[in-house]
């Protein structure tokens, strides 16, 4: 009787160490869980003659962002021109043959080695002021230049205006799009070029160094909207 009251003891003792283990493992599980961090969102730095921006790239629009990163890397942006600027809409940049280009050159043909980027549009992606987004020519799947981009200035619009652009031109290339009373409000507040919505792919936001757009925007400018004094980039990665 004795050896069995002391079995059962040691079966008690066991159970209990078992138990104890598995918790410690469930906590230490727990633990490793709790120090898992999302992936930061990539930062690039364009300076200018004008000030610094740092443009923060969306993931969801990731065939742009990584070819964007690629050509950073690579140092193909650095001393090419803003060759194309209009106040009170956007200011363009990124074509390779800007770099040593003389003050009668046409600029605004030239792109990268490879094919057009497939386009990317997302539905709560809009031209608010600040975006990035890819330029492109007038193929039939609105595929993107591989390296040219414009950031946008724009204007502020009223509500009915906003009714009109977004009947008369959003609508025409995707029917099922409404804008949100927020981006309704961005619009209103901040501004934009709500035209082009649904129509080019925007993949990234200007976070730091919005007046930049505006300094440069304003410059003197001669034929084809070419800014008469050459405003030329430098773009590095941040992270």
Known sequence: MKKFIFVIALLCIVSASFSQNKTTVKQKTTTVQKTVTPLKARLAQITTDYGIMVVRLYDSTPLHRDNFIKLVKEGFYDSLLFHRVIEGFMIQGGDPTSKNADSTAMLGAGSAEGDRIPAEFKPNLIHKKGVIAAARDDNPEKASSNCQFYIVQGK???????????????????????????????????????FLDQNYTVFGEVIKGLDVIDKIAVVEKGQNDRPLKDVRMKIKMLN
């Open 156 to 194: 502020v619009y009223e509500d009915l205006e906003l009714n009109a652009v977004e009947c008369q031109a959003v609508r025409q290339v995707n029917p099922a799009f409404h804008y949100t009373d927020a981006q309704r409000k961005v619009y209103e507040t901040a501004g934009g070029a709500p």
